[in-house]
């Protein structure tokens, strides 16, 4: 799938072919930056709130001066939708860096940030979605701050490759057998019809998805435990699922070659899943546009 044309380059919109940074650029050299990932369903964003929330509350974490105010980046990110006229499924990934300056560990002075936001086409996985996806457990060597998007992903970039060289699509990380969540998603165990995941602490990324599992699993009635499960708890699971902004909720339903429970998408995931086609308005739109 290619890139939309029009790029959102700090608050002026541009030709894609037009942007060119500097050599020394900090995300480049130092991964000194911060990222997000914004899902579109039909040409309009899904829990775009909870992304630009979460973008400033990165940048304040990091120190990174951004380019917009709340209220403006959001206005901007809906014009970028527009003048690019997208009306599929698609995702918007926005990223801003403590910007260009000669290589100095410490931050530059007086030097602005640099942001680019472009829009690309993402169908739906549907054959994932409903048959479920296989994971490898890994340890997680990241570092203490997780909670922050930043663009320092090596260690994630590692273990999804090697999920990827296992035939699977997930790593599950874990410290000392304790699951704090995957490469590039959140991961849920679900037994005895409850829900358990890592707590929101500096150890995951406290994701936009994650936020609205716990309130399906409240309107459902079903218990959502932050108690986390650790790597041996998967063996007597009933069922394990993950979630992301890309990935919705997906059931995983094998980890490290073996079924989780009968290896098939197991019935509390489905709810959910349900609540998330409702919530995010997918079918309806679908079906407005096909009138
Ligand atoms: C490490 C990690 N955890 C969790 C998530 C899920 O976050 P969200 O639901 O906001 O997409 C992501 C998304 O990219 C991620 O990279």
Redesign the pocket.
């Known amino acids: 799938m290619s890139i939309y044309p029009i790029i959102l380059s700090q608050t002026k919109f541009a030709h894609r072919d037009s942007l060119q940074y500097p050599f020394e650029e900090r995300g480049l050299q130092f991964g000194d930056g911060i990222y997000e990932?914004i899902r579109i369903y039909h040409g309009e964003y899904y829990?775009l709130e909870?992304?630009v929330s979460?973008l400033f509350r990165s940048a304040e974490a990091v120190k990174i001066q951004l380019p917009f105010e709340k209220e403006e980046l959001k206005t901007l990110l809906n014009t970028l939708l527009t003048k690019n006229d997208v009306q599929t499924d698609a995702k918007v990934y926005l990223q801003v860096t403590r910007g260009s300056a000669p290589r100095e560990h410490t931050f530059p002075v007086g030097v602005a940030a640099n942001a680019y936001v472009y829009v690309k086409a993402l169908p739906r996985n549907l054959e994932f979605l409903e048959n479920g996806v296989g994971a490898i457990t890994q340890r997680d060597v990241r570092w203490e701050n997780?909670y922050i998007?930043s663009l320092n992903l090596l260690p994630?970039v590692m273990a999804k490759q090697e999920a990827k060289e296992h035939g699977c699509y997930e790593a599950i990380l874990n410290r000392d057998g304790f699951v704090t969540?995957?490469?590039?998603?959140?991961v849920y165990l679900v037994k005895n019809g409850e829900i358990f995941t890592h707590p929101a602490t500096r150890n995951?990324?406290h994701?936009?998805?994650?936020i609205r599992v716990e309130q399906f699993a409240n309107r459902l009635g079903i218990p959502f435990n932050e108690d986390g499960f650790s790597v041996t708890d998967i063996e007597t699971a009933d069922e394990l699922f993950l979630?992301?902004?890309?990935s919705e909720i997906m059931p995983i339903v094998t980890v490290d070659d073996k079924p989780v429970a009968d290896g098939k998408p197991g019935k509390i995931t489905q709810q959910l899943q349900e609540a998330y086609v409702i919530d995010a308005n997918i079918e309806t739109k679908k079906v407005e546009q096909t009138n």
Request: charged share 20%.
């Open positions: 990932v829990l909870e992304h979460r997780c998007k994630n969540e995957c490469s590039s998603s959140n995951i990324l994701g936009c998805v994650r979630s992301s902004s890309t």
